[in-house]
């Protein structure tokens, strides 16, 4: 069974950092593309991130260039995504997912109907 589990959500302050975590089992990241998306209330869900399951290479939506940065230890099965100079408007449902289709600089990854699967989400809350 593919399982994800999220966490490293909470209540930060503008300008604070958060990091996310995305723990998986039941299959290998190497074997998947995973993406960071996000959902504010009343919004459709965004990619914010990807990273490559061939070559490790990551991409990022214009909102959040320099100031997320995702990363993967294969040994842990776990993606993250550090959350620098937070914003209000980052506040979301942080949900992490995967997909057998690469993601690479065309930013077809953004597109939601590409995954699998998701993890439950975890809330980031930045207080202004």
């Known amino acids: 069974e593919v399982r994800f589990v999220e966490s490293g959500g909470g209540l930060v302050q503008a300008g604070g950092s958060l990091r996310l975590s995305c723990a998986a089992s039941?299959?290998?990241?190497?074997?998947?593309?995973v993406s960071w998306f996000r959902q504010a209330p009343g919004k459709e869900r965004e990619g914010v991130s990807c990273i490559s399951s061939s070559d490790g290479n990551t991409y990022y939506a214009d909102s959040v260039k320099g100031r997320f940065t995702v990363s993967s230890d294969n040994s842990k099965n776990t993606v993250y995504l550090q959350m620098n100079s937070l914003k209000p408007e980052d506040s979301a449902v942080y949900y992490c997912a995967a997909a057998v289709e690469d993601c690479s600089s065309d930013y077809t990854w953004v597109h939601v109907a590409l995954y699998a699967y998701w993890g439950q989400g975890t809330q980031v809350t930045v207080s202004s």
């Open positions: 039941g299959f290998t990241f190497e074997d998947f593309a």
